[in-house]
Nanobody
Framework: QVQLVESGGRLVQAGGSLRLSCVAS????????VGWFRQAPGKEREFVAA????????YYADSVKGRFTIARDNAKNTVYLQMNSLKTEDTAVYYC??????????????????WGQGTQVTVSS
């Protein structure tokens, strides 16, 4: 398995920026894709962004396209989520996850195998 630890979440004003980090350890050589998801109170976990581990191919939810950027540093086993122009509706717990066998859609949370514990992002008005 792969262990994941997210960090970087905090309270920020609308229009501000944050960069989340996710450090992976364990069997990182088995990672096919890495994704970011978020979950707000009372809502289902939703897809935010994803990337192939060994290719410059990225995907974004329409709600964050143009504002968020996913990036990787494979040598450091770290994935980042740069969040700009934050909105109050971005408030959620953000999770990173890895897909170890590429068995389905990058946007489906059920296709990911290992998850971090999440980091809270709160955007104030």
């Amino acid at each position: 398995q792969v262990q994941l630890v997210e960090s970087g979440g905090r309270l920020v004003q609308a229009g501000g920026s944050l960069r989340l980090s996710c450090v992976a350890s364990g069997r990182t050589n088995n990672i096919y894709r890495v994704g970011w998801f978020r979950q707000a109170p009372g809502k289902e976990r939703e897809f935010v962004a994803a990337s192939w581990w060994s290719a410059i191919i990225t995907y974004y939810a329409d709600s964050v396209k143009g504002r968020f950027t996913i990036a990787r540093d494979n040598a450091k086993n770290t994935v980042y989520l740069q969040m700009n122009s934050l909105k109050t509706e971005d408030t959620a717990v953000y999770y990173c996850a890895v897909d170890l066998h590429y068995s389905g859609s990058y946007s489906n949370a059920n296709e990911y195998d290992n998850w971090g514990q999440g980091t809270q992002v709160t955007v104030s008005s």
